[in-house]
Each structure stands twice: as C-alpha cells, then as structure tokens.
C-alpha cells in the first residue's frame, strides 16, 4: 500500500516538473522574440527561477523512488541528461548575447 502511495506522490511530482519545464521553455522562447534587452533579461531570470524550481523537484523524486526502481531508470536518466546538456547548450548558443554585450564598441 506504501508503495502505491508513493508511486502516486511520485507521479504527481513529475507531472509538476513537467509542467514547470514548460514554463521554462515557454520564457526562453518569448526572451528569444524580446527586443528589449531589459524583458529580455527579466524573462531568462524566470526561467532560470523554473529551472531551479525543477532541479529542486527531481532531486525528491530521485529521493522517494525504490532502490531497485532507480538503477534502470537512472541509465536512462544518463542517457537523456547527455542529449539535455547538448540540447541545452544548444538553447544557450541559439539565445547567443544580449546586444549591449555584443555592441562594446
């Protein structure tokens, strides 16, 4: 019955970060649109804020889930964070400087 429960906490946890990435990625592609460097800046600090909202999440759901469960998972998870880093430096090099960095001329 334990195990039930916490497969549901668990599930709902992941359904949060889900939704939390979302935002996340939701702000950086409205920063990405932004011309004003000042909503520009004020729109990667609240994904940045969602991001650690998420890093703070996974690190319960990695706490709460079986030992035996976290072996297989955790080489997917190995696996996926190596495509998120280069997809996330990716995002980094796409969103590039802002234009008063690029500009100090």
Known sequence: MQNKKNQTTVGQMI????KWRQKRKQYIDLARQTSDEIERE???QTA????????????KIDSQRDPKDKAPIQEET????????S????E???????????NLQ
């Open 48 to 59: 940045e804020h969602y991001g650690r909202i998420v890093n703070e999440e996974q690190v």
């Open 87 to 90: 997809a996330e430096s990716n």
């Open 15 to 18: 359904q949060r970060c889900h």
């Open 78 to 85: 190995n696996e996926s964070s190596e495509n998120t880093e």
């Open 42 to 44: 004020r729109l990667l």
């Open 92 to 102: 980094d090099d796409e969103i590039g400087f802002p234009d008063f960095i690029t």
